[in-house]
């Protein structure tokens, strides 16, 4: 039964990923798109964050705040990404256990 | 993009302790690897929702990539289709993010080795990685796996935080997005919300970004 949920998840992981392989060659976009589509990346990483970082811990939502306000803490003063994750963990760890 | 390697062990400690089997839940990330719909994955076997819900709800949630993935390849005009297959399928979140902070390799020579070996590393560290927190699940205490939830949003954080430190108008794209997913949030599914706010939010680039180099 995992199994099925699971090859189902790959096959709707994997098409849309691979859809624009296809149509990407066919057409030239104006400038616009072009800008468009390069303010993607920043876009969509603001709407994973939030409001979905307040789910961190069901129910008490300035958890993943607090968490989010470490992680930019220690990404605003230039660590690497692996330091400010295990920062972050180590934050909403100690929230929890206090 | 070794970052991966503490999500994937978050991952790991939370498939397993929503039920999954160690066997399952690496399948999970060598056949599906895409960090968010994983942890949800597991969180809706978890409560037990049933296969279907979870494949739309899978579904759903990755629309988003297929913007990226659009965007991705707009990059990758000159590179050749068997390059662009596995690069497609590799497209993460999170691999889209660091490649997207690199842009300029894509023009250069090598660029689809380039790609693909950062593709590569990260598919291998989230497989590795998702086993080593499927066994440690099993021996860390539940207080310290419930705070690996943050591990996924810290990682985007810290993608974002340098981009904004160097150009701010980034930040702002980042946070209207926000804001527009809060906005439909109560009417939608959170796969929904974040497509729209990442399709609206990005448009505002095109006005924000105006007068930058088209190099």
């Known amino acids: ?98 | 993009m070794l970052g991966y390697l503490p999500i994937a062990i978050a991952y790991g400690v939370l498939a397993k302790q929503a039920g999954l089997s160690l066997v399952e839940l690496t399948m999970m990330s060598v056949l599906v690897f895409a960090g968010a719909s994983q942890f949800m994955g597991a969180n809706m076997i978890a409560v037990g929702a049933g296969a279907a819900e979870i494949i739309v709800a899978t579904f759903v949630l990755n629309f988003r990539q297929f913007v990226m993935s659009l965007s991705f390849m707009n990059r990758f005009r000159d590179i050749g289709r068997t390059w662009k297959v596995p690069l497609s399928l590799g497209l993460t979140d999170e691999t889209f993010a660091v490649s997207s902070l690199h842009t300029k390799e894509a023009r250069e020579d090598k660029g689809a080795l380039f790609y693909l070996a950062l593709l590569l590393t990260a598919y291998f560290s989230w497989i590795a990685g998702s086993l080593l927190g499927g066994v440690l699940g099993e021996i860390i205490p539940e207080t310290l796996s419930q705070s690996m939830g943050i591990a996924l949003y810290a990682m985007f954080i810290g993608l974002l935080v340098p981009s904004v430190k160097k150009e701010l108008k980034v930040g702002l794209i980042a946070i209207i997005a926000m804001l527009i997913n809060v906005l439909c949030s109560p009417f939608m599914s959170e796969g929904w919300a974040i497509v729209i706010g990442t399709v609206l939010g990005g448009l505002t680039g095109v006005y924000l970004l105006k007068g930058e180099s088209e190099s």
Not at chain 1, 11 to 18: S, Y
């Open chain 1, 1 to 98: 039964m995992i199994f099925a949920i699971i090859i189902g998840m790959s096959l709707v992981t994997m098409i849309p990923r691979l859809i624009p392989v296809y149509i990407v060659d066919k057409i030239k976009f104006p400038d616009w798109i072009n800008r468009w589509l390069n303010a993607i990346p920043f876009a969509a990483l603001g709407a994973l964050i939030f409001p979905g970082i307040m789910s961190v811990k069901s129910g008490e939502p300035y958890v993943g705040i607090i968490g989010g306000i470490v992680a930019i803490i220690l990404a605003f003063i230039g660590l690497n990404v692996i330091l400010v994750v295990l920062g972050a963990i180590l934050a909403v760890f100690l929230i929890t256990v206090m």
